[in-house]
Nanobody, 125 residues
Framework: QVRLVESGGGLVQAGDSLRLSCADSKRSLSSHAMGWFRQAPGKEREFVAAITWNGGIYYADSMEGRFTISRDNAEDMGYLQMNNLKPEDTAVYYC???????????????????WGQGTQVTVSS
């Protein structure tokens, strides 16, 4: 059973915006750190953004300023707002969560406990 479900992907044009959502079937996302990753065809999964248990936020250098990660604790939902999308942003986007821990390696795929199945984002030029 898949615990995390992403939604909001689609086909857009360069310069458009999308907001991806991440839902936790156990409704405990607010008690976890959350990260967003993406994987383009033929490439490794790469870190996009993360938000920690106490609200600390981190971005990959290439996404900062265009992407915004957020979390609605009341709704137990996570989001990734993506603005000014570029063709190179085309990828499958995944959300992931991590239970509280002393060391949180938020840029690493191995740093997370649970993953969603991903949502496709395609940006045309």
């Amino acid at each position: 059973q898949v615990r995390l479900v992403e939604s909001g992907g689609g086909l857009v044009q360069a310069g458009d915006s999308l907001r991806l959502s991440c839902a936790d079937s156990k409704r405990s996302l607010s008690s976890h750190a959350m990260g967003w990753f993406r994987q383009a065809p033929g490439k490794e999964r790469e870190f996009v953004a993360a938000i920690t248990w106490n609200g600390g936020i981190y971005y990959a250098d290439s996404m900062e300023g265009r992407f915004t990660i957020s979390r609605d604790n009341a709704e137990d939902m996570g989001y990734l707002q993506m603005n000014n999308l570029k063709p190179e942003d085309t990828a499958v986007y995944y959300c992931a969560i991590k239970s509280p821990t002393e060391h949180f390696y938020y840029t690493r795929v191995s740093g997370y406990d649970y993953w969603g199945q991903g949502t496709q984002v395609t940006v045309s030029s």
